[in-house]
């Protein structure tokens, strides 16, 4: 391990900051809720695409600075990262659709 | 051991995965990364089905910044207050663990026993929040009533939900009581009675013309639960079925009870991941204190419970962008 005797305190404490900011600023807009983010937006609001791509950013942060993956030879960390990644993209990317499918199926069927 | 591996060793890191080291990682660090993608493909296969769900029934899901709103010992209504104290309690006790993790690089016994110390402590408060959360949850705030077509109808003045407490009067006409052991029926057991009666609500609504019936359904475009008038109100009350207070896993007075299923199965199964993170911190502490990996000459234990740690953070940030934030 070539990182074996020196410190990464102050990285691990400055990483710690940005998560902190990330959601603060998550939470902040998930209590305001600003209108013009919220009700539109390309398929899903803004704001719950801001919302997605912060969380991607933490998980970032943690994986490659806490998890230490930046470490890792180059092809360990891609067989963990594509392969987590590729099958989550498929799988997420199906059921939603498929749950819109049921919507569309069902709610004509719902009398309010 | 031995006899299952391919290559002839003899010599003692066998256990270990032998000599040979793929990508450079060892035996043990690489079987705890292929743990956590499958591990993180089972919960990515959890939050996909709660997604799917929650497509299903779009236009009737409860708001989740409705639902979580409690803060432990202050009244009054805090939307996600507490889930970002929570948020941050975790991600907290993950900088320490990376802390300890870092502290071993540098063979620094203590402080990587303090550093330990401080994310077991983190990771407590961390499932204790969530209990209170899931107590908070099952206990419910306001009431609601069920309709026979499953629908839960909760109720408004001037547009704010208020509690069945709040308006809800008098007897209750059907006279019921809990049964107990001791008066009867010592092999029966019923489900907890609620505490007005259908009757009782319906005939407080119909007294108090200030209260209006809010439904499950949601304008899409405006992200706002609709607010029946005083005539629709008494129409749908008339199919009403029984009175709902809190949460469990049949019904859910804040709206599908099928958001309360997921609520109690996601969160449950990571805070089962908590619960265990905590006790392998645990022994892996004590190891640190009794000096063995100091002996060891190397601290990668605690690299590799500490992998596991930041999963279970990892986890928690996808749970709280999907249930209380998107």
């Known amino acids: ?112 | 051991m031995e006899a299952n591996i391919a290559v002839p060793s003899n010599s003692k890191d066998t256990w270990s995965g032998g000599s040979a080291k793929p990508f450079g990682a060892s035996y043990g660090k690489m079987m705890m990364w292929f743990f956590i993608v499958s591990d993180a493909l089972t919960f990515s296969g959890f939050l996909a089905a709660y997604g799917l769900t929650r497509f299903k029934f779009i236009d009737s899901w409860p708001i989740a910044d409705e639902v979580f709103t409690h803060v432990p010992f202050v009244h009054g209504e805090f939307p996600m207050i507490y889930v970002a104290i929570m948020t941050f309690i975790l991600i907290f006790s993950s900088v320490t663990m990376v802390l300890a993790v870092d502290a071993g690089h540098q063979m620094k016994k203590n402080k990587v026993a303090w550093y330990m110390f401080a994310t077991i402590i983190g990771g407590i408060i961390f499932v204790g929040s969530q209990a209170w959360e899931w107590s908070t949850f099952i206990k419910g705030s306001y009431g609601a009533v069920k309709t026979t077509d499953g629908k839960v109808l909760q109720f408004v003045k001037d547009g704010k939900q208020i509690a069945l407490a709040d308006f809800v009067t008098g007897e209750r006409t059907d006279e019921r009581v809990q049964h107990t052991r001791k008066n009867g029926l010592w092999f029966e057991k019923e489900e907890t009675i609620s505490t007005y009666s259908v009757d009782q609500v319906v005939n407080a609504y119909k007294a108090n013309p200030a209260i209006q019936v809010r439904t499950e359904f949601m304008n899409v475009d405006t992200k706002k639960k609709t607010i029946l008038s005083r005539e629709d109100g008494i129409a749908e009350l008339a199919k009403t079925k029984m009175v709902v207070e809190g949460a469990n896993l049949h019904v859910n007075e804040y709206g599908n009870t099928i958001f309360a299923d997921f609520f109690f199965f996601i969160t449950g199964f990571h805070g089962f991941h908590v619960l265990s993170g905590i006790i392998i911190n645990i022994i892996i502490f004590f190891n640190v204190i009794l000096g063995t990996y100091q002996r060891r000459g190397h601290y990668e234990m605690v690299e590799k419970v500490g992998l596991y740690w930041h999963f279970v953070d990892l986890v928690w940030v996808f749970v709280f962008t999907f249930f209380y934030l998107v």
């Open chain 1, 1 to 112: 391990m070539a990182h074996a005797h020196e410190s990464n305190t102050k990285r691990i404490w400055m990483v710690f900051g940005i998560l902190s900011v990330i959601t603060l600023v998550e939470v902040y807009l998930g209590i305001i809720k600003p209108e013009a983010l919220h009700l539109n937006g390309p398929g899903t609001s803004w704001l719950n695409w801001i919302f997605i791509i912060l969380t991607l950013a933490k998980a970032y942060g943690i994986a490659w600075v806490f998890m230490h993956l930046e470490g890792e030879k180059k092809w360990f960390r891609r067989c963990i990262v594509w392969t987590a990644v590729f099958l989550i993209i498929y799988l997420v990317t199906l059921l939603l659709i498929e749950g819109e499918y049921l919507y569309e199926t069902l709610s004509p069927l719902v009398k309010w």
